[in-house]
T-cell receptor, first 115, second 109 residues
Framework: ETGVTQTPRHLVMGMTNKKSLKCEQH?????MYWYKQSAKKPLELMFV???????ENNSVPSRFSPECPNSSHLFLHLHTLQPEDSALYLC??????????????FGPGTRLTVL | GQNIDQPTEMTATEGAIVQINCTYQ??????LFWYQQHAGEAPTFLSY??LDGLEEKGRFSSFLSRSKGYSYLLLKELQMKDSASYLC??????????WGAGTKLIIKP
């Protein structure tokens, strides 16, 4: 069973394009996360939503715009990206966020290439 | 600053045992996670330690020493399917996960 799904799995876009990444979790969790994973670097937390409210924005450039319409869905809207934004974008969810040791469950990621 | 150190890459032989080390420096500590990530796939949860000692789960065991800021993941009876990256992450006093860059484990026949 895939608890966290992400679409698309692969995306190639030009610097002037606008695209969106989608994440859906089927685990009944309240917290959802966007991470950026670059080769040989630690996971970078981008955004956290807890009960649909954004609780963390780790100095992410405004060309990345998150949206969380409900606790099960999370989007990352992309516009005017740079080649250095090419990476694997991972979505995760957990039961709760604040003060929590809950395990995070990840989706398979979207491999993004910016030309 | 907060930091996680783990080896970039390790190689081991099928059927053998391998230990992947992780040291952490965090402001406060609320536990340590290990995840496995096969190439092109989602990281999957392996273990969570918050108390000192060794916890065993089948072929995988995880150890924690809070006084030394040190953990390791022990994999026994290695199989080819264990070839993956292993991510270490520590929870700081604000319950933020601090991630290591991952250890790529290569298993040879």
């Amino acid at each position: 069973e895939t608890g966290v799904t992400q679409t698309p799995r692969h995306l190639v876009m030009g610097m002037t394009n606008k695209k969106s990444l989608k994440c859906e979790q089927h685990l009944g969790h309240n917290a959802m996360y966007w991470y950026k994973q670059s080769a040989k670097k630690p996971l970078e937390l981008m955004f956290v939503y807890n009960f649909k409210e954004q609780t963390e924005n780790n100095s992410v450039p405004s060309r990345f715009s998150p949206e969380c319409p409900n606790s099960s869905h999370l989007f990352l809207h992309l516009h005017t990206l740079q080649p250095e934004d090419s990476a694997l974008y991972l979505c995760a969810s957990s039961r709760d966020y604040t003060g929590s040791t809950d395990t995070q469950y990840f989706g398979p990621g979207t491999r993004l290439t910016v030309l | 600053g907060q930091n996680i150190d783990q080896p970039t890459e390790m190689t081991a032989t099928e059927g053998a045992i391998v230990q992947i080390n992780c040291t952490y420096q965090t402001s406060g500590f609320n536990g340590l996670f290990w995840y496995q990530q096969h190439a092109g796939e989602a990281p999957t949860f392996l273990s969570y330690n918050v108390l000192d000692g060794l916890e065993e789960k089948g072929r995988f065991s995880s150890f924690l020493s809070r006084s030394k800021g040190y953990s390791y993941l022990l994999l026994k009876e290695l199989q080819m399917k264990d070839s993956a990256s292993y991510l270490c992450a520590a929870l700081d006093s604000n319950y933020q996960l601090i991630w290591g860059a991952g250890t790529k484990l290569i298993i040879k026949p």
